[in-house]
């Protein structure tokens, strides 16, 4: 005899009806960013930079939308997969931010963190806006900046919301750790930044971290459109940069040929960096908006984790 079906809890079943809404959703935008891309890929490169800021800000919106989306469509899918069979959750809902460990090259023994979020034009990967600077504490790995700070002027482009490039360890021999981290809070006549590293690595238990920054720890990244105004590195130039497919900079140094525009990406050798069945270092092919200037090193520079 067949056994009878157990009929699925009407919690569950509305769950299933709001995730068929979420993805229908998906689909509208994923075609808007799509059109977008259609549209600039079959637009002379003279025609595009001509559209302005309001073009990108839409483009980026949509990129927004999509992740929250995203987010939204696991949170139901796990929500799902509790009610329905408990014993699966341990391996579905694994926190948010869990990274993979990547291949890329070491430094003092830690491996590369794999990125999960998009670095989007500078934008952070989650909605912009103010965030909370509760909590945080007076403890500090740095007294005052030295003298490498940079300019104030600068930091100006820098505001809440976007990402950026952080120091969030110093030492003496410029073995500086960097990372991309999300602006929480500014004070200017402090010069400190208030930052949240969004992506933690594996060796992070407490999930997501706050530091407060001092200006000297603080690189902000040149917006894909903004190619005109952004520092062009010659061939044998030592830089910081993005590591592909993470959220952490290392040092690097350009190689090839000239670029012939500014807009066009670099092609960087890492410090370090090692790929299995590749002789010598291997060649990174890089963003140029994830390409900076090498600081110098700054041992006093003000770091408060928390």
Not at 197 to 213: A, I, S, T
Request: contains cysteine; charged residues 30%; hydrophobic residues 30%.
């Amino acid at each position: 005899m067949a056994a009878t079906a157990t009929p699925l809890p009407e919690s569950v079943v509305q769950q299933f009806r709001e995730l068929d809404r979420v993805r229908r959703e998906q689909d509208v935008v994923v075609k808007k960013i799509n059109k977008i891309h259609s549209k600039l890929s079959q637009t002379p490169r003279e025609t595009a930079e001509r559209f302005g800021e309001k073009l990108w800000i839409k483009l980026r919106g949509f990129y927004v939308e999509a992740k929250r989306l995203a987010d939204l469509e696991e949170s139901l899918c796990t929500s799902c997969i509790r009610e329905i069979d408990p014993s699966q959750v341990s391996v579905s809902s694994a926190p948010h931010g869990t990274k993979k460990k990547s291949d890329g090259p070491l430094e003092g023994g830690r491996k590369k963190r794999q990125r999960t979020s998009p670095v989007v034009d500078g934008a952070a990967g989650g909605e912009g806006g103010p965030g909370s600077a509760a909590g945080l504490n007076s403890s500090a790995a740095g007294l005052n900046d030295g003298p490498s700070a940079p300019s104030p002027v600068s930091l100006t482009r820098v505001v809440v919301g976007e990402q950026v490039a952080a120091r969030v360890s110093a030492t003496e021999d410029g073995k500086d750790e960097w990372i991309v981290v999300k602006v929480l809070r500014i004070d200017r006549e402090a010069n400190r930044f208030d930052v949240l590293d969004e992506e933690p690595g594996e060796e992070d238990e407490g999930g997501q971290r706050k530091y407060r920054l001092s200006g000297s720890c603080i690189i902000p990244f040149h917006k894909r459109n903004e190619w005109m105004s952004a520092s062009d590195f010659p061939p044998g130039s030592r830089v910081l940069a993005v590591f592909p497919s993470t959220t952490a900079l290392y040092q690097a140094t350009v190689v090839g040929q000239p670029r012939k525009r500014k807009s066009d990406d670099y092609s960087l050798e890492f410090d370090d960096d090692e790929e299995e069945g590749i002789q010598g270092v291997p060649r990174r092919t890089v963003p140029f908006n994830h390409v900076v200037a090498l600081p110098p090193p700054n041992p006093r520079a003000y770091i408060n984790r928390q």
